[in-house]
């Protein structure tokens, strides 16, 4: 068993390029091939295409897309997991975790991420890895009523917060969710990133972190 993991806030700023080149490290494998999982159905796939022009940059192929809501293919999920990394767009957490408690994969991703290949997750697919996904609240996400279990995959055992931002107002936010939840929080920038390999947890950029007291 040899854990996998990369979180990031985003995929848009230049300054991700150190966690992508850890993410490029961490898949092992040159033309790695990507499967995608979006929060909610991507018709015209803009969303996807863009992920697959990202990912090309560095020679991976961001090759399989299988939504859960709309257009859910059972043999596409099953393409995803055949893949060497697994990207959870972002999107409403709420909403993402709902569809994927229906369609049953969460015990299936905890498995793929532990033992088959690297789970990519992006805002609300970093948040879908820690233990819980109410800090999706925190920047900025609606409930999704239907959702009542709001327990994430558990990989992690801190909370993520991305699109942090350097005020007092979220800093203290953060602060009180770390005590109240007895847990560590990492708040992580646009352009920072998480890479955990195994037991090794390794910060890209100025993560802001928040301990209880």
């Given at each position: 068993?040899?854990?996998?993991l990369?979180?990031y806030?985003?995929?848009i700023?230049?300054a991700n390029?150190?966690?992508?080149?850890?993410?490029c490290?961490?898949?092992?494998?040159?033309q790695?091939r990507?499967?995608?999982i979006?929060?909610?159905s991507?018709p015209?796939?803009?969303?996807?295409?863009?992920k697959?022009?990202?990912?090309q940059?560095?020679?991976?192929?961001?090759c399989?897309y299988?939504e859960?809501d709309d257009?859910?293919d059972p043999?596409?999920?099953e393409?995803?997991?055949?893949?060497?990394?697994?990207?959870l767009?972002?999107g409403?957490?709420?909403?993402?975790?709902?569809?994927l408690?229906?369609r049953?994969?969460l015990?299936r991703?905890?498995h793929?991420?532990?033992y088959?290949?690297?789970?990519?997750?992006?805002?609300?697919?970093?948040?879908l890895l820690?233990?819980?996904?109410?800090t999706?609240?925190l920047?900025?996400?609606q409930?999704?009523?239907p959702?009542?279990?709001q327990?994430g995959?558990?990989l992690?055992?801190?909370a993520?917060?991305?699109?942090?931002v350097?005020t007092s107002?979220h800093?203290q936010?953060?602060?009180?969710?770390?005590?109240t939840?007895?847990?560590?929080?990492y708040?992580c920038h646009?352009?920072?990133g998480?890479?955990?390999?195994g037991k090794r947890?390794?910060?890209?950029?100025?993560?802001q972190?928040f301990?209880?007291?």
């Amino acid at each position: 068993m040899m854990l996998r993991l990369a979180l990031y806030s985003d995929q848009i700023t230049p300054a991700n390029q150190p966690v992508d080149r850890a993410l490029c490290a961490l898949l092992g494998t040159p033309q790695a091939r990507i499967g995608y999982i979006p929060s909610s159905s991507d018709p015209s796939r803009r969303y996807f295409l863009t992920k697959q022009h990202y990912y090309q940059q560095y020679g991976l192929d961001l090759c399989v897309y299988a939504e859960l809501d709309d257009a859910f293919d059972p043999e596409r999920i099953e393409a995803v997991f055949a893949c060497d990394a697994t990207h959870l767009s972002g999107g409403n957490t709420f909403y993402f975790l709902y569809w994927l408690q229906r369609r049953g994969l969460l015990e299936r991703l905890r498995h793929y991420a532990a033992y088959r290949g690297v789970l990519i997750g992006t805002s609300a697919g970093a948040i879908l890895l820690t233990p819980r996904i109410d800090t999706a609240l925190l920047c900025g996400d609606q409930p999704y009523a239907p959702l009542t279990n709001q327990a994430g995959l558990g990989l992690v055992d801190f909370a993520f917060v991305p699109h942090s931002v350097d005020t007092s107002e979220h800093q203290q936010t953060l602060q009180h969710y770390a005590a109240t939840n007895q847990c560590l929080v990492y708040g992580c920038h646009d352009g920072d990133g998480i890479i955990v390999r195994g037991k090794r947890c390794e910060l890209f950029g100025n993560i802001q972190i928040f301990a209880p007291k």
